[in-house]
């Protein structure tokens, strides 16, 4: 169903072993997202083998994307970060999607970034914040990729407040369902995202 729902993207979501014996329900809910660039990158300003600098110092070969187009742009002190708003396009004039490009200045690693975007949310509002950009002509350069993720959710929500539903004592799901095992306490939650970028979208 889940690879149904993102176009095969997001594959084996569960394993063999998540299901078990006393398993009586699984809630699944994915979120899928194909935007296209209001201005796509063309095929000929790709450079199909060129060198990409990471954050360990190691030089590996990429597809590079190239547009010179005018973006929102800023630069924030606090994360010694540049920033550039990459809009999707939209049907609808009062929602708008944009990718957040977020590129640490020379000598500022990528986990120091991180590292205080976690640590004070409000640094990621005021890089969303169109209020603190302006618009620029660009020359910009951005590597086509794949990225993929787990996340396990238990103890993100427990700390959010949602305790019992964890708890093998104070776990009560009857407004669900009618079973014998209806208080088995919730064992995991997971989350899994799949990200490409391309010429003409992304996933």
């Known amino acids: 169903w889940v690879e149904d729902q993102t176009n095969n993207l997001i594959q084996n979501l569960l394993s063999q072993n998540d299901v078990k014996r006393d398993t009586r329900l699984i809630i699944v809910n994915c979120i899928y997202f194909k935007g296209t660039w209001r201005k796509q990158f063309e095929e000929h300003s790709t450079n199909e083998n060129a060198d990409f600098h990471e954050a360990s110092g190691n030089v590996s070969k990429v597809k590079l994307m190239f547009m010179k187009e005018k973006y929102l742009y800023g630069e924030n002190k606090d994360l010694h970060v540049q920033i550039a708003h990459l809009p999707y396009k939209s049907d609808n004039a009062r929602v708008q999607f944009v990718f957040t490009v977020i590129l640490p200045q020379k000598g500022v690693s990528l986990n120091s970034v991180e590292q205080k975007l976690s640590s004070k949310p409000q640094l990621l509002q005021q890089i969303l914040n169109d209020e603190n950009t302006r618009t620029e002509e660009l020359l910009l350069y951005l590597p086509k990729f794949k990225m993929e993720a787990s996340f396990e959710l238990s103890d993100v929500l427990k700390r959010l407040g949602?305790?019992?539903?964890?708890?093998?004592?104070?776990?009560?799901?009857?407004?669900?369902y009618d079973f014998e095992i209806q208080n088995q306490p919730i064992e995991d939650l997971e989350s899994k995202t799949l990200t490409l970028i391309m010429m003409?979208?992304?996933e």
């Open 162 to 176: 949602m305790v019992n539903a964890f708890s093998d004592s104070a776990a009560d799901f009857t407004v669900l």
């Open 200 to 202: 003409g979208s992304s």
